[in-house]
């Protein structure tokens, strides 16, 4: 049923319902039956419109006086007792309507009425977020300003009324419910088809998986987003089918590795995820000896990293208590801290390392480590892991040479893969290139377009692109290069970088543009600047641009 | 025994046998039609309808539309009744129809509503 609120409303108010029919029916029944006075020689009894309406004021309280005739005594005493049986039957219904309405699964009820109207009202693309925290927050936030809707659904009641107060345009729904339960993705729209994706970024690997495969049972054409720490679960949600994996541990060994080898790959990526331009200088880790706090999952993906590039390090793990965890083979290779935090140091040998990386969960944990570091070596460099996002401002005072915050990660990631799919590939290939490659790239970028380039994605299809899609319909031959060129002098070339053009299954990476031949249903990425990207939009869409950028008029 | 379908069966059967007595006799002879009676049949209809309210079930639902309709056409006749009473004085032959047949429509609810009720009864296994 639909209205399930008003069900539970009407089962509830059966019995005041009753109550309140049969201490009227009592009270009538009596009133009509009595003698009343006399009038004119009669004596006159009440008829049963008089004693219903007699009843309806008194039970009400309201209580007119004796009409149609003063009472008769034998009346009088029998509406005492009917005031006392009549009012409190009238009070236990309203009461009993009062408690029904501020019960708290009527209120739900009616909560997720309304929730599931705003849900079907929505007639943009949208995507569904579990849970609301600091995360999930600014992925709101972004999806929103990328002309996105977006539907949450929280447990904690305390955070679904934090988004309530961040008041957004447009809104937000949000559903108090269990996030796994099955019932509550169906009443976020999981089946809309404007449902265009769903996050599920928990701390929880299981909570994840769980959420993953209800999501893939209910609807399996929905893009999921899935936060994953270890391989383990992230080769159960490939098996799944999942489309978006995201460990921001591998995120970041990434991150580590780009920087030790590759600085102009690593300027690329932050430029594309729109975190700089490219010519802000990319940090740049120095050779030498390497000190890590923290073994957990962030520290296994480090030591990898670090073991490949053969540097040299010492790992450190914060909790002795967790000993027994690791293999005999580890024990031997981390030291385990069981004094105060500088003895620890000063054991790792701090004074001739050159880095140290404070990885463990604990943001404090972390800003102390590093402080110490530095007293003990000044030289030090240091790199952070920040987990809470509110923390920001500390971290920024704190002077660290490098902060690594896995959250910020997940939200870029999410927001690129989610809404930009062709910017995240192009990211997904970019990252498997060579420095050499990257600093090409950069270079050509900075030569023609300039510091800031701006990035555009062209589909080539009647609604985006509908001049050229025409043409292309026609069976006409048009070169990529033909979008480079100017409107306002089609010998002149507009400076345009193509990074990638998807095709059905193919992809071009840095594609030729006087080589290859635009099809139907291509996605192209383009840098370029602002002006550029105005004439790209014009001769993809104006037939008569199209034409003059073609030679074929003037 | 099943002590709620005692008293659900109990009242929906009263409702149809209380709305039969006032329905029953001359159409155009108010005389023979008992205003207690009429009233009564609008008291034991209002509690099985009360009753029958909040069974999400199928049959349930049809359940309580046939009560509902007996509802307002008995209603409809006493409200009748009522108003020509006070504003007339006395009921001519017409309303005295009018409102005999209202509740012969409310019968039909009613009867619709107790087969419904034993159909229930007999499809269900205990």
Redesign the interface.
């Known amino acids: 049923m639909k209205n399930s609120s008003l069900w539970l409303l009407l089962q509830k108010m059966r019995v005041p319902f009753i109550v309140i029919v049969v201490t009227y029916t009592i009270a009538i029944a009596g009133l009509i039956s009595l003698d009343g006075i006399e009038v004119d020689g009669k004596i006159y009894r009440m008829t049963i419109f008089d004693a219903f309406y007699f009843v309806t004021y008194t039970a009400t309280t309201i209580g007119f006086g004796e009409v149609p005739y003063t009472f008769s005594y034998p009346q009088r005493m029998w509406v005492s007792a009917l005031i006392y049986i009549t009012v409190i039957g009238w009070f236990y219904g309203i009461g009993s309507l009062l408690s029904i309405l501020q019960d708290k699964l009527f209120i739900s009820e009616i909560k997720k009425t309304a929730f599931r109207k705003k849900v079907r009202k929505i007639r943009e693309d949208f995507f569904i977020i579990l849970g609301y925290n600091n995360v999930t927050k600014k992925i709101v936030g972004k999806m929103l300003a990328q002309g996105y809707r977006a539907v949450v659904i929280e447990k904690n009641p305390d955070r679904a009324n934090e988004l309530v107060l961040e008041n957004y345009v447009p809104s937000v729904p949000i559903l108090e419910a269990d996030i796994y339960d099955p019932k509550a993705l169906e009443l976020a729209g999981i089946k809309s088809k404007y449902c265009k994706g769903l996050v599920s970024l928990f701390e929880n690997d299981n909570l994840n998986l769980k959420i993953a495969i209800t999501a893939k049972i209910l609807n399996s054409k929905i893009p999921l987003a899935i936060k994953s720490t270890t391989k383990h679960m992230t080769e159960n949600l490939e098996d799944l089918g999942v489309e978006i994996i995201e460990n921001p541990f591998e995120i970041i060994s990434q991150q580590i590795q780009m920087l030790l080898t590759a600085p102009s790959l690593y300027k690329l990526v932050r430029w594309m995820h729109g975190r700089g331009d490219l010519r802000t200088m990319a940090f740049h880790l120095p050779e030498g000896k390497y000190i890590i706090c923290g073994y957990g999952r962030m520290g296994h993906e480090i030591k990898n990293v670090l073991e490949k590039n053969n540097i040299d390090a010492v790992f450190i793990e914060m909790d002795a208590t967790k000993k027994n965890t690791f293999s005999k083979k580890e024990q031997g290779e981390i030291l385990f801290k069981d004094a105060d935090d500088k003895e620890v140091l000063l054991q790792a040998g701090t004074e001739d390392a050159v880095a140290i990386i404070a990885g463990s969960k604990d943001d404090t944990t972390n800003l102390s480590l590093l402080s110490i570091a530095r007293k003990i070596n000044p030289n030090i460099v240091t790199i952070a892991r920040e987990n809470d996002i509110e923390n920001q401002a500390l971290f920024h005072y704190a002077n660290i040479n490098y902060v690594f915050m896995p959250s910020r990660l997940l939200i870029y990631k999410t927001i690129a893969a989610l809404i930009d799919p062709i910017v995240d590939k192009f990211i997904a290939h970019a990252v498997k290139q060579d420095e050499t490659w990257a600093k090409e790239l950069l270079g050509m970028l900075k030569a023609k377009v300039g510091d800031n380039p701006s990035i555009y994605k062209l589909f080539v299809d009647d609604q985006h692109a509908r001049a050229l899609a025409e043409r292309i319909k026609r069976k006409e031959s048009i070169k990529l290069e033909t979008l480079t060129r100017s409107r306002a002098n089609r010998d002149e070339r507009n400076p345009i970088v193509a990074l990638l053009l998807l095709r059905k299954d193919e992809l071009y990476l840095l594609p030729d543009m006087s080589e290859i031949t635009l099809e139907y249903g291509d996605q192209i990425l383009f840098a370029s600047d602002r002006d550029a990207i105005e004439d790209i939009e014009y001769i993809a869409e104006n037939i008569h641009e199209l034409a003059y950028v073609l030679g074929e008029r003037n | 025994m099943n002590f709620d379908k005692l008293i659900s069966g109990f009242f929906i059967i009263l409702a149809m046998t209380l709305n039969f007595g006032f329905f029953y006799g001359d159409l155009s002879n108010i005389e023979l039609h008992s205003?207690?009676e009429l009233?009564a049949a609008i008291?034991v209809n209002?509690?099985a309808t009360?009753?029958k309210?909040?069974d999400?079930t199928q049959i349930g639902s049809v359940l309580l539309a046939t009560s509902l309709v007996a509802d307002i056409q008995l209603i409809a006749a006493a409200t009748i009744w009522?108003i020509v009473?006070?504003t007339a004085g006395a009921l001519d032959t017409h309303t005295t129809s009018v409102v005999i047949s209202l509740s012969g429509g409310a019968l039909l609810a009613n009867i619709t509503s107790v087969i419904l009720y034993i159909g229930e009864t007999i499809k269900s296994k205990r």
């Open positions: 205003k207690y009233f008291v209002l509690i009360t009753l309210i909040g999400k009522t009473y006070y």
